[in-house]
C-alpha cells in the first residue's frame, strides 16, 4: 500500500473534478493517476466508477464498493453508486440515496433522483412526496419542478 501523498490527493481531486465536468477519457486517465500513486483514494475509485456507469462498464460497482469501503461515507461515491442503479435496481438505488440524504439533508439533486428512482420503481405517491419535499430545499430545481409538473 502507497502512503497517501500531497500529489495523490491533489491527482484524486483532479480526477473528480473531470469526472464531474471533463471529458471521460481525462477523467479516467486522473482517477488512474491518482491511484497509481495511492490505490487508497476512495474519490478516485469513485470518479473511476463515475466514468465507467457512462461506458456502461460492469467494472463501476465494484469501484464503488471500494471507495465506499475506503470511506463509508463519501457523499459523492454514494451519489454515484445510487446514479448507477438507474435502470438496474430501482431499490438498491433509492436505498442508496436515501443514505445520501441522511448525509447530505440540503441537496436538492439527491432529491431529484430519489424522485427519479421512485417514478421508475412505479411508486408514484412517495415520488410525489419527494419531489414536493425536493422544491421545498430550492423552488428553482428544473428536475424536480418538471417531475412534479408531470405527476399532478
Known amino acids: ?8 490527493k491533489a491527482n ?14 481525462s477523467a479516467k486517465a486522473a482517477a488512474e493517476r491518482a491511484l497509481s500513486l495511492d490505490e487508497t483514494l476512495a474519490e478516485a475509485h469513485a470518479a473511476l466508477g463515475h466514468v465507467q456507469i457512462h461506458k456502461l ?29 438507474m435502470g438496474r435496481d430501482y431499490t438498491k438505488g433509492i436505498a442508496v440515496l436515501r443514505r445520501v440524504q441522511e448525509l447530505d439533508p440540503l441537496s436538492p439533486i439527491t432529491g431529484s433522483f430519489v424522485v427519479a428512482l421512485l417514478v421508475y420503481a412505479r411508486q408514484p405517491e412517495q415520488a410525489l412526496a419527494e419531489a414536493r419535499k425536493t422544491l421545498e430545499l430550492d423552488q428553482t430545481n428544473p428536475f424536480s419542478r418538471g417531475m412534479l409538473a408531470n405527476m399532478i
Open 1 to 8: 500500500m502507497k502512503r497517501e501523498s500531497p500529489s495523490s
Open 12 to 25: 484524486s481531486s483532479d480526477a473528480v473534478g473531470v469526472a464531474l465536468f471533463g471529458h471521460p477519457s
Open 57 to 85: 462498464d460492469p467494472a463501476a460497482e465494484r469501484e464503488f464498493q471500494r471507495a465506499l469501503e475506503l470511506n463509508p461515507n463519501s457523499v459523492s461515491a454514494m451519489f454515484w453508486y445510487g446514479e448507477y442503479f
